[in-house]
């Protein structure tokens, strides 16, 4: 079989099962079976796959069929022009989650030495970014899954910022050490009730404990606020991604615990994503 009637059964197969992005992801799982480019696909069309190949391409189709995130399948996700290992036991990195990496990059100087925590770090995606733009930074990422922790010390590896970066497996209930200069969270906040009315990618596969911000989908936010109120020196600054219609409540919370709201920042559709506030 050659490489475009491969691609073009594996796109066929995902666009019977209702897979909207077939023919990329067709392309995404046979580039990352062969570990070439995209481009090396179209280039070498007529190429041929091996045998053993092409049962692996149908079987990575098959679990895309059923709605698996293309990132879970293929074990990295591009964030920052990162690529970060994931897995089921972490949330996929968004681009939307971009914009808090952007705003920490914008506040903080090239030569700055500030110590910044991650609160629910996950992948270590956003901590890991900023260390690696800002190289005098140290920073600490906690989460309350061993299994994500497991997997941002590895991220921190394969992009050598192991030095500059300690992981804990932690609640943020039982974390009261040391003060920082900087707050970083991408905390859960969907409501509990709504996780279900999700797209099957997101709700039968990732981890509904980076989803869940309990009945009111605050339940996270007002708890990172609350304990970063405690572990954040004074003039420190928190940067804290919430959802979009949360804007109104989150500000109460932080004045509530001693904050004030620097601004609202919008995502890249235009929706407010993140919001930087200062402990006075
Ligand atoms: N900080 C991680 C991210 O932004 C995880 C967030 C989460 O699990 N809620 O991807």
Request: net charge positive; proline share 0%.
């Given at each position: 079989m050659k490489y475009h009637e491969i691609l073009n059964q594996g796109s066929k197969i995902l666009k019977l099962n209702k897979i909207k992005s077939y023919s990329l992801d067709s392309e995404i799982l046979l580039s990352s079976l062969l570990n070439v480019d995209r481009s090396q696909l179209i280039i070498n069309h007529n190429k041929i796959v091996k045998n053993n190949e092409k049962k692996i391409f149908f079987f990575l189709i098959n679990r895309r069929k059923k709605n698996e995130p293309i990132s879970y399948i293929t074990g990295y996700k591009e964030f920052w022009n990162n690529n970060f290992k994931v897995d089921k036991n972490v949330l996929i990195p968004r681009p939307d989650t971009e914009t808090i990496v952007e705003q920490v990059l914008s506040y903080l100087r090239p030569q700055s030495t500030k110590k910044i925590l991650d609160i629910?770090?996950?992948?270590?995606c956003i901590i890991i970014s900023i260390l690696k733009e800002r190289k005098k930074c140290k920073g600490v990422g906690i989460d309350i899954s061993k299994n994500a922790i497991k997997l941002a010390k590895y991220n921190a590896k394969i992009q050598h910022i192991k030095n500059r970066i300690n992981f804990f497996h932690s609640d943020i209930d039982n974390f009261l050490t040391d003060k920082y200069d900087l707050i970083i969270s991408n905390p859960p906040y969907i409501k509990q009730h709504e996780i279900n009315g999700l797209e099957k990618d997101i709700k039968n596969y990732e981890p509904r404990v980076a989803l869940n911000g309990g009945i009111d989908g605050y339940s996270k936010i007002r708890l990172t606020i609350k304990k970063s109120s405690a572990l954040i020196k004074k003039n420190g600054k928190l940067f804290l991604e919430i959802g979009s219609n949360q804007v109104m409540e989150t500000l109460k919370i932080l004045k509530f615990n001693g904050f004030f709201v620097n601004k609202i920042v919008k995502d890249?559709?235009?929706?407010?994503r993140c919001v930087v506030s200062t402990k006075i």
């Open positions: 629910g770090t996950g992948s270590g890249l559709a235009n929706k407010n």
